[in-house]
């Protein structure tokens, strides 16, 4: 499943390949299937703060990709932190707090059953 395509990435820096997106797309389905989503389940078009931890995703997978290629970082000392590692420190804090308010509901479509989803065990219980 797609939820995030190349156009929904906007970084004046970086440059995502399809590699940075389908990275992504894997990373937000292995998320859904643990809060115990299947595919079908899941809402089409998908949520904004989805779409958005997939963006910051494939951003950081980039960015930590190029860590180490700035080529205006002077060996003289007075800039150390390339922008590259700049980029990828940003988006890794951006998606821990995304990812730390995270719910099934971001991901499921409307009316979708919620027992036993988000980590909660559901036993259903009844007397003979």
Request: one cysteine or more.
């Amino acid at each position: 499943m797609d939820f995030i395509a190349l156009d929904d990435v906007h970084d004046n820096i970086l440059t995502c390949r399809e590699s940075d997106i389908t990275y992504a797309n894997d990373y937000l389905l292995h998320k859904a299937e643990s809060f115990g989503l299947a595919e079908n389940d899941l809402a089409t078009p998908c949520s904004p703060v989805i779409r958005q931890l997939g963006a910051a995703v494939a951003c950081r997978v980039c960015a930590a990709a190029m860590v180490g290629s700035d080529s205006t970082v002077m060996m003289d000392g007075s800039r150390k932190d390339d922008i590259y590692l700049q980029k990828y420190n940003i988006y890794k804090e951006l998606v821990a707090g995304l990812e730390s308010s995270l719910s099934y509901a971001d991901f499921a479509k409307p009316g979708t059953d919620t027992a036993g989803k988000g980590g909660v065990g559901v036993i259903r219980l009844s007397r003979s």
